[in-house]
């Protein structure tokens, strides 16, 4: 089955620099993948997410790159903010698993002011 | 989008008693599933819950620990059965509407048992 590990576990950054998360996948039939932020006391909320066919995606500050070949996509945050400060999950899916998602460890992001 | 309601939002619980988590979505879904998130750590799924008709449980998990139920496309039950210490976690739906499509979560129930 499908195996998602992320790097690193945690990230301390200072406000306003950037934050790369990364993320490797096992199973080269996966192409959804998306990214999850988990603030303390919630549960995830999508951010952003990228489909196979597509190697780079932008959303404001946030962008996610794919590297099919080598099965690794990576999470970029510009212009870091405190309130950026989370838990970041990656995931992967394919539709021929129902679209189950397999999550990666997870990265707790720090934004000092 | 959806919105997702979990009740109850936290409880402790002794060992050997059994929780019946709640998740009612206010619209109707095609999928709903149940995670477990241990302290500090990523998410695992447990269970596809199936209306109509029996989860589809993910190795490692199976249905006289935690029976799912799922009368309709708004609702579905998680129950952790004869609890033991170790099923302390933070238990989470969501749903999507098809495969590969966002899926939401519920913000979680935290259980403790003691």
């Known amino acids: 089955g499908e195996n998602v590990e992320q790097h690193p576990s945690t990230l301390s950054v200072q406000e306003g620099d950037s934050a790369v998360i990364k993320c490797t996948y096992s199973?080269?039939?996966?192409?959804?993948f998306p990214w999850y932020k988990q603030e303390l006391g919630k549960g995830p909320q999508l951010i952003i997410d990228?489909?196979?066919?597509?190697g780079e995606k932008k959303d404001q500050r946030i962008a996610v790159t794919l590297n099919k070949t080598a099965k690794h996509f990576s999470l970029h945050i510009t212009e870091t903010q405190p309130e950026d400060s989370a838990v970041y999950f990656c995931?992967?899916?394919?539709?021929?698993?129902?679209?189950?998602?397999?999550f990666g460890q997870g990265t707790e992001l720090s934004v000092k002011p | 989008s959806a919105v997702i309601s979990q009740k109850p939002s936290r409880d402790i619980c002794q060992r050997g008693t059994s929780l019946t988590i709640q998740c009612q979505v206010d619209?109707?879904?095609?999928?709903m599933f149940w995670y477990r998130q241990q302290p500090g750590q990523s998410l695992t799924l447990i269970a596809t819950?199936?209306?109509?008709?029996?989860?589809?449980?993910e190795s490692g998990f199976v249905i006289d620990k935690f029976p799912i139920s799922r009368p309709n496309l708004t609702f579905s039950t998680l129950t952790v059965s004869n609890m033991s210490p170790e099923d302390s976690s933070i238990y989470l739906c969501?749903?999507?509407?098809?495969?590969?499509?966002?899926?939401?979560f519920g913000q979680g129930t935290r259980l403790t048992v003691v």
């Open positions: 969501s749903v999507d509407y098809g495969a590969n499509t966002e899926a939401f």
């Open positions: 819950a199936n209306q109509g008709s029996e989860a589809t449980y």
């Open positions: 995931a992967a899916s394919s539709y021929n698993q129902g679209g189950k998602l397999i």
């Open positions: 619209s109707q879904v095609t999928m």
């Open positions: 990228i489909r196979s066919n597509v």
């Open positions: 199973d080269s039939a996966s192409n959804y």
